[in-house]
């Protein structure tokens, strides 16, 4: 990608954490997604590299924490999906 960031909901529905992109953006316009420990509610925020995204799973009660590392470029397989952030888990 030529830019430096991707709007929120489309590297959400790159790493596949919804079905398609208007229910990602569903679910960002909810209030539920922040970025660096701030709310968002807008699906066109800008995502860079290395931001922390804070998220409640879509399936259950558990929150995901996850460091973004690249940007997508298109909805690959989950193993590509995979590739775009690191989930960050409390040791303790």
Known sequence: MSE??????QWLYYAR????????????SKG??????????????KLHVGDILTFPAVSGGEV???RVLDLGERR???K?????????TEEG
């Open 32 to 45: 539920r997604i922040r970025i660096n420990r701030q709310p968002t509610s807008k699906p066109h925020a």
């Open 76 to 78: 690959g397989p989950a």
């Open 64 to 66: 995901r924490v996850w």
């Open 4 to 9: 430096d960031y991707q709007r929120l909901d």
């Open 17 to 28: 954490v919804a079905k398609t992109r208007p229910l990602c953006a569903a679910i960002i």
């Open 80 to 88: 590509e999906a995979a590739l775009l952030y690191e989930a960050i």
